[in-house]
């Protein structure tokens, strides 16, 4: 039988969870559906200096894409809105499968790292991040002499 599919979702998955037969029940994503999860795919490779993040964010523009590092973990982010067509527009959707939304995600880094560290390059839909690696500063011990 043909069963539609997007994002390898089709209209007879809401009904896997019918009696209350799964644990865990699945969020479903408005921009990718449930899995949602594997569309900012991530490759971390170690060097001998640092790491590289390459992220996988198929149809994303670099305005779209923004990076932050805050309390040791860096997270990415990217938004996607469809442009709406002011006027008249010539003939009747049939189905539309694109959505505006964002989806994140976040990676510990440590409390060493500064943003002036994170070196980030977008290219072809592919995020390149280069991290180096920094170790904590080891705070002194201090002897304290009591009189």
Same mark, same amino acid.
Not at 3 to 28: A, C, K, S
Not at 138 to 144: A, G, L, R, S, V
């Given at each position: 039988?043909? /069963?539609?599919?997007?994002?390898?979702?089709?209209?007879?998955? $809401?009904? $896997?969870?019918?009696?209350?037969?799964?644990?865990?029940?699945?969020?479903?994503?408005?921009?990718?559906?449930?899995?949602a999860?594997?569309?900012?795919?991530? $490759? /971390?490779?170690?060097?001998?200096?640092?790491?590289?993040?390459?992220?996988?964010?198929?149809?994303?523009?670099?305005?779209? /894409?923004?990076?932050?590092?805050?309390?040791?973990?860096?997270?990415?982010?990217?938004?996607?809105?469809?442009?709406?067509?002011?006027?008249?527009?010539?003939?009747?959707?049939?189905?539309?499968?694109?959505?505006?939304?964002?989806?994140?995600?976040?990676?510990? /880094?440590?409390?060493?790292?500064?943003?002036?560290?994170?070196?980030?390059?977008?290219?072809?839909?592919?995020?390149?991040?280069?991290?180096?690696?920094?170790?904590?500063a080891?705070?002194?011990?201090?002897?304290?002499?009591?009189e």
């Open positions: 039988m043909f /069963v539609p599919t997007l994002y390898h979702d089709n209209i007879f998955d $809401d009904f $896997d969870n019918f009696f209350g037969l799964m644990d865990m029940p699945q969020r479903r994503d408005p921009l990718f559906g449930k899995r999860d594997r569309l900012m795919r991530t $490759d /971390v490779r170690e060097t001998e200096t640092g790491y590289e993040l390459d992220i996988d964010l198929p149809g994303f523009k670099k305005e779209d /894409v923004k990076a932050e590092l805050k309390d040791g973990y860096l997270t990415i982010s990217a938004q996607k809105s469809l442009e709406k067509k002011d006027g008249k527009e010539e003939g009747r959707y049939l189905r539309r499968e694109r959505y505006s939304g964002s989806l994140s995600r976040s990676f510990y /880094v440590g409390d060493a790292l500064t943003e002036e560290d994170v070196k980030a390059k977008f290219e072809n839909g592919i995020l390149q991040i280069s991290l180096p690696k920094k170790e904590a080891i705070p002194e011990k201090k002897t304290i002499m009591i």
